[in-house]
């Protein structure tokens, strides 16, 4: 009898030692071996900070704390994985044929639609909900386009699902408004258009944000035909199979079970100096080893390259122009293609330019500063209502 | 701050377990389990603690005084103390929970007569309220000592396993135990089973259920037929029921880990056979508080018949009222008194000589349309749904499906919820072998590890019962 209740007492304090020893190394873990980046989500891995008052009074300190928790804790990412994978698996066992029998149809999923038989897309924008932040965005770049007559300026506006309706292929008119309210001529506007649901599935990945390589190339044509570049454009030497990856959209979701095939073209790059963020750099991205079979395909951004505050692409070539390009993670991926035109090529990334780089994005004192004589703006809907893209003088 | 979150589960329960145990000292222990209870109260309102230490500063000037009143014998005056108290608790809780909900319905009759104030609600505040008069009014009637310690008081306010959801804990059950309790092994590692079940019902089964009615009920109703209804609520039935009495279980868990050991909360209610049945089995702490309080003191059912049904309307009334301040509150306070006074004039009488299946159905179609009322605040939302659900629309499933596909949820989560809701495991009190410890304590920690990676994996982690 006292031995069983000994045996008793012991089961009991090792369940009780292993309960205590998983909530406590999840927090010792999470306190002294923070990580910077969220691979799993693809974005910077939220990090504990330090209380103050003002913080933990409007409560940005305990939401932070939570959010840090989600992304610091040892496993968590792998537990948000087996989460979503078996409960998207578990959906998707069902939605299937159904998913097959109505192809033209949105079909709700969390947060975002499932279309045609693949493809997972945003719900249709209204203008209206945004009239007001592009309005003010507008008002921004023209008034830095009126300080600056000796810079001549581009438009390329890249639709994507957001701006269409693909049941009924009507638009929702962003790109119309931006047109006609922005004090760019017509002649240096440019646009990927989005026609209907076959050009979307066409152009774009179809469980990631952003466009394929047949996209990105065709913008890449677009602009520099845009920007009156006189060369021939590069070519693709061969177009390689990287394997099956799964986008930001079926991550956002949770839909991990949803792959798609990752197709990329080869080009021959002319020699170019590169600098991201200051840093000198071999390359902006990785795809060369990606292609040479030397890393797996991980995400859009590691593969094309990052969402950098600055990236510098220098080819030597001063007879040409040096040109700015402000836009978003879309021009990742033919940022270099477009640079091969260019004397310096500078991308900002306004989303990380002043965490990055230390120190506010000047527009007139930047321009001036590195010779810049054309400014291309490439963004899609979300590049003219989101309040991270505005300039400062 | 909420059982099912990171910080609770990886900062806040190790850090307040490990703390504890560090000390032997009761004062010492009493001192720790009160900061933490701050401290979770604080994570989610800073400024309200101070509201919850006033209140618990009336209660605790007002017990003092009783006790003095009543060693002198001064009746009288310890019964206007006892009221005045009583009013003052009340009208804090008036105040924050009800003053907009009041000057709305008069501003619509004497139009802007009143201000409406952003106050926001003050998390728990019904809960507190309800504990700390059980605290004056038993103390009043001499079931209770006084508390001269006003931290021991503040510590049986605040203490956070059962501070912003209940169960309603009476001084009287915690009284000795707040000077005298022994923890021991067994109670450490009940608890922690206890927490890990109720965890499981919240993140498990309460929120994925939750998935399903909040698709239907937020989605375009020409989507939906007859039979969707039904599903939402039933899956509504049972979110809440797994919500509340899973944060009742780990409330009732952590508790014992600290040696306290409080009443059941909830008792298979959706087992009950009748309405009677189910006000038994469902949030326990509050029904009975209602009978204790305002029921029996209003004179129960010993007066007339039409006093007795005058009794139990008000006694409902109030008790939808105490779950929120809206009129569907008070309109499924007042639907559940009439089924109450059905059933003790004339229905039991028909209704006990059904089979028992059917008494269940009845019941649970009595509840279920309960709660229709109670989770929808717009009149003429709830008109529809309710028109929906007893005027019969086919469904297209696979349109439903399209408009809402976490209603597929649905398919594994409300037979897993329907089958737990039946008391399949049976009461072992008696002492059980090592070996069916063993696997008890590995089946709780597998519980464990689904219940951390639905926490992870969630984005959808409402706690309904944080309205009340």
């Known amino acids: 009898m006292k031995k069983h209740a000994r045996f008793h007492r012991l089961v009991s304090v090792i369940f009780v030692g292993i309960i205590l020893c998983i909530f406590s190394a999840g927090l010792f873990f999470a306190l002294f071996f923070q990580t910077d980046v969220n691979e799993y989500e693809n974005r910077y891995a939220n990090r504990i900070t330090r209380p103050t008052i003002r913080s933990v009074l409007n409560r940005s300190f305990q939401d932070n704390l939570e959010s840090a928790f989600a992304d610091q804790i040892p496993f968590a990412q792998q537990a948000k994985k087996i989460y979503n994978n078996v409960n998207s698996g578990f959906l998707n066992l069902f939605l299937d044929p159904v998913r097959k029998s109505n192809p033209h149809s949105y079909i709700s999923y969390q947060t975002l639609y499932l279309f045609g038989e693949e493809n997972i897309v945003a719900p249709t924008e209204t203008l209206s909900n945004h009239i007001s932040a592009i309005q003010a965005k507008i008002d921004n770049y023209n008034n830095i386009i009126a300080q600056n007559p000796d810079i001549e300026f581009y438009i390329y506006y890249i639709e994507r699902e957001a701006d269409i309706n693909l049941e009924t292929n009507e638009k929702i008119g962003a790109k119309e408004y931006i047109f006609e309210n922005i004090n760019i001529p017509v002649k240096n506007q440019g646009s990927f258009d989005i026609n209907s649901f076959e050009d979307f599935k066409t152009y774009f990945f179809k469980t990631d944000h952003h466009w394929n390589f047949l996209g990105s190339y065709r913008g890449y044509l677009d602009c520099i035909d845009l920007l009156g570049c006189k060369e021939p454009p590069l070519e693709s030497t061969e177009t390689v199979f990287l394997g099956k990856w799964s986008g930001s959209k079926a991550l956002t979701i949770g839909a991990g079970i949803f792959h798609e095939d990752f197709y990329a073209h080869h080009f021959d790059y002319p020699q170019m100096k590169i600098y991201i963020n200051g840093q000198p750099k071999d390359d902006y991205g990785t795809a060369e080893q990606c292609f040479a079979g030397e890393i797996p395909l991980v995400t859009y951004s590691k593969f094309y390259g990052p969402d950098a505050g600055e990236t510098i692409f220098m080819t030597g070539n001063s007879e040409k122009e040096n040109i700015l390009v402000i836009g978003e993670s879309n021009d990742n991926a033919n940022i270099k293609l477009i640079a091969s035109h260019f004397n310096n090529t500078y991308s900002v990334d306004l989303r990380n330019y002043e965490h990055q780089m230390g120190e506010k994005f000047h527009f007139s004192q930047y321009t001036a500063d590195r010779n810049i004589t054309k400014v291309l703006f490439i963004g899609n809907l979300n590049f003219y209502f989101e309040s991270y893209f505005m300039l400062e003088e | ?468």
């Open chain 2, 1 to 468: 701050m909420v059982f099912s979150t990171l910080t609770f589960l990886f900062f806040f329960l190790p850090a307040v377990v490990i703390s504890y145990y560090l000390f032997r000292n009761r004062i010492y222990r009493n001192t720790v389990l009160l900061l933490f209870s701050l401290l979770f109260y604080g994570w989610g309102e800073p400024k309200y603690i101070l509201l919850m230490f006033i209140t618990a500063f009336v209660a605790y000037g007002g017990g003092c005084l009783i006790h003095n009143f009543n060693a002198q014998n001064k009746l009288r005056s310890k019964k206007i103390v006892m009221v005045a108290t009583t009013i003052l608790i009340i009208l804090n809780l008036v105040i924050f929970k009800y003053y907009n909900f009041i000057a709305v319905n008069v501003n619509t009759v004497f139009p802007k007569l009143l201000k409406i104030y952003n106050i926001a609600l003050p998390i728990g505040i019904s809960f507190y309220t309800f504990q700390i008069l059980s605290y004056v009014i038993d103390l009043y009637w001499g079931k209770i000592s006084v508390q001269k310690n006003f931290f021991n008081l503040l510590l049986y306010v605040s203490f956070f396993p059962q501070l912003i959801a209940g169960p309603i804990v009476r001084y009287q059950t915690v009284e000795s135990e707040i000077h005298f309790r022994k923890e021991s092994m067994d109670d450490v590692t009940n608890g922690l089973r206890r927490f890990i079940f109720g965890l499981a019902k919240k993140v498990i089964i309460a929120n994925n259920v939750g998935l399903v009615s909040s698709t239907i009920y937020s989605g375009d109703p020409a989507q939906f037929g007859t039979l969707m209804y039904w599903i939402a609520a039933i899956a509504y039935a049972l979110q809440i029921y797994f919500d509340f009495s899973g944060y009742s279980d780990m409330a009732i868990g952590l508790g014992s880990v600290f040696g306290f050991h409080f009443l059941e909360n909830f008792n298979y209610p959706y087992i009950a056979t009748s309405i009677t049945d189910f006000w038994r089995r469902w949030h326990i702490s509050l029904s009975s508080w209602f009978r204790d309080y305002v029921y029996i003191p209003l004179g129960g059912n010993r007066v007339k018949k039409s006093r007795w049904l005058l009794n139990i309307c008000l006694v409902w009334g109030l008790t939808g009222l105490w779950h929120g301040a809206d009129w569907n509150f008070i309109l499924w306070g007042v639907y559940y008194a009439l089924w109450l006074i059905a059933e003790k004039t004339f229905l039991f009488k028909v209704t006990n000589k059904l089979p028992p299946f059917i008494q269940w159905l009845y019941t649970s179609v009595v509840v279920i349309v309960g709660w229709v009322i109670f989770n929808i605040s717009d009149m003429e939302q709830m008109t529809l749904v309710l028109h929906k659900m007893f005027v019969f629309q086919p469904t297209n499933l696979v349109e439903s499906v399209i408009a809402g596909s976490s209603i597929i949820y649905g398919l594994f989560y409300l037979p897993l919820g329907i089958i737990c809701i039946f008391p399949w495991r049976k009461n072992n009190t008696a002492s059980s072998s090592v070996l069916s410890e063993i696997v008890t304590n590995l089946a709780c920690l597998m519980i464990l590890a689904i219940c951390v990676c639905y926490t992870f994996g969630s984005n959808y982690n409402p706690f309904i019962y944080f309205r009340f």
